[in-house]
């Protein structure tokens, strides 16, 4: 229509400049602005306020300053605050939040929209922190949020985990009676909350709004599963289907973290379904990357590496997420074989990247390799480890019986925090069963922190495993002095055949079958002595070992998998390190009964069969 116009004014330019504009086609709207140029016609305010909005689209910071300086030739920004609001917009979407700070002091008269724009601008970029300072000066300077500054302000709170100013925001909102207007403000809410923490608030404000979008649940089922909640996470996706809400690629991304948590592979499969018929695998990296990682974490490296081949673009995340699957098997050789290829293909590995070849190494206990990749990751590539570097450098001494390296190395690392370091060597004493160091790791731990629970375990277990059973109690007695209470609860999930996923808490007796769940472990427990299974030293409970979360679980699944025809592998996902005696006992229930037994614990993959780990007990 614009080409057969007879005149082709200031008006219709800029009515075509911000049509593409307002689509998000910002390159063709400064090629449009160009053309015009070429033709002699001047623009006007509005038609610098739609290719200031193509600036910020297109991400053309030059064009955007060109603009500013011919708007401030022409005097048009004493004039128009639309037009110095559209300048700071253009600036904070370019990235170049210094002028937007600037351009807004210049500007004579400051409203909401301005205020908020550069909020926004700073949201977006991060800074949620110096988002909420903004928000400060500008209700210190006499105005008023509205909606949007409000959403946004949300969101920075979300950033800088602030939940205080986030309730006061709350509360604000609910005195102007503006979130049952606005279903944005209501899911930034929901989303507030749900990256400080407070889920029962956020489920409360989703299960009020008038409608549920696909951003509002996508803020719910993100939350759970950032907050490690995998299985609240999925049954809030099942529920979205149920709504007929159709999930989006960043549903799937949530969900997917969900399925690494819970380890329901089976879930994970029909979402990589979902996501090849609907054709967006080509479309969005971040989840192909997550579907890379969802395989890697259940322990099927085989269909990560199937998914990984495949992908369009493989970043330093997706390869990496691809080595992390082999480096929890163990399988050290095929990590060695990946990175090659990986440095082949030009990629540059990460700080992540690092953690998963130390990883790989420490599960092999490869410690020649492990230093020579932690000199590479310094010298080579001028990374600056961090406290999971040195974690994994202890771990890997520690584990290997070379004590003095451990030591070397905690007091090379410069960390804020060295509470975990210390942890790291603690636990290695207890294999080792090396009470000295023990002690002296364990009394740093406590100067760090009194009430680290997992110190007074980790002690306590040394002394057992020597067999120093009153010194044990004694560190027991002192754990409860010093009100050290946190200790981590054991937490293990299954999924069955229909896509239900059972959750298992230690000695839990809350499951609807929970009589045929000991039932079956006191059978297990009354096979054992024949199998030569004696209680390990370090086990300060002999009748408790057996209620640990993922040995209920496993009993559940092998409980159902005898009313099928085709007995499947059990697979069970916990959330701590399988200790010692289930470990044990797990390989000889795979034995029991014939069948393969799969535990995905906190550190690696186990996979069981005939009486026997993959891992060969170096775990």
Known sequence: VFENLLVQDVFSWTALIAGYAQNGRGHEALACFRRMRDARVHPDAVTY???????????????????????????????????????????????????????????PMRNVVTWSTLIAGYTRNGLGNVALKCF???????????????????????????????????????????LHKDVVLGTALADMYCKCGALEKAREVFENLPVRDIVAWNAIIGGY????????????????????????AVTYISALKACCIVGSLEIGEDIDADVKKRGLLQKDVALGNALVDMYAKCGAVKKAQEVFEKLPVRSVVAWSALISGYAQLGQANVVSDLYRRMRVDGVVPDLVTFVVLLTACNHAGLVVEGEQIFNEMCDTFRLMPTLEHYNCMIDLFGRAGHFDKAKLMLDKASVKSPLSLFLSLLSACRKWRNVELGRWAFERCIVLDSKCAAAYVCMGNVYAAVGMRNEAAQIEALRVKN???????????????????????GADQSHPQSVDIYAKLEDIQKKLPHLGYSCSQETLDDE???????????????????????????????????????????????????????????ERVHIFNDGRCICEDYY
């Not at 399988?578 to 229930?589: E, G, N, Y």
């Open 544 to 602: 408790e070992t057996c209620d640990h979360s993922e040995m209920l679980g496993i009993a559940y699944a092998l409980i159902n998998n005898n009313t099928l025809k085709n007995a499947a592998p059990v697979r069970v996902t916990t959330n701590l390190r399988i200790c010692r005696d289930c470990h044990s006992i797990t390989a000889l229930v795979s034995m029991i009964e014939n069948c393969q037994i799969q535990i995905n614990d906190a």
């Open 483 to 505: 009100k050290a209470l946190n200790i981590p609860v054991g937490h293990s999930w299954w999924t069955d055949a229909n896509r239900n996923v059972h959750s298992f808490l």
């Open 136 to 178: 400060q000066e500008m209700q210190d300077s006499g105005v008023y949020p509205d909606s949007v500054t409000y959403a946004y302000v949300l969101k920075a709170c979300g950033m800088a985990r602030s939940l205080e100013i986030g309730e006061a925001v709350n509360a604000e909102i609910r005195k102007r009676a503006l």
């Open 49 to 107: 306020i739609s290719i200031l909005q193509a600036c910020g689209i297109a991400g053309s910071l030059q064009a955007g300053e060109d603009v500013d300086a011919e708007v401030r030739k022409k005097g048009l920004l004493e004039k128009d605050v639309t037009l110095g609001t559209a300048l700071v917009d253009m600036y904070a979407k370019c990235g170049a939040l210094s002028k937007a700070r600037e351009m807004l002091e210049e500007l």
């Open 225 to 248: 599963a950032q907050n490690g909640l995998g299985h609240e996470a999925l049954k809030s996706l099942k529920c979205m289907q149920e709504a007929r809400v159709c999930p989006d």
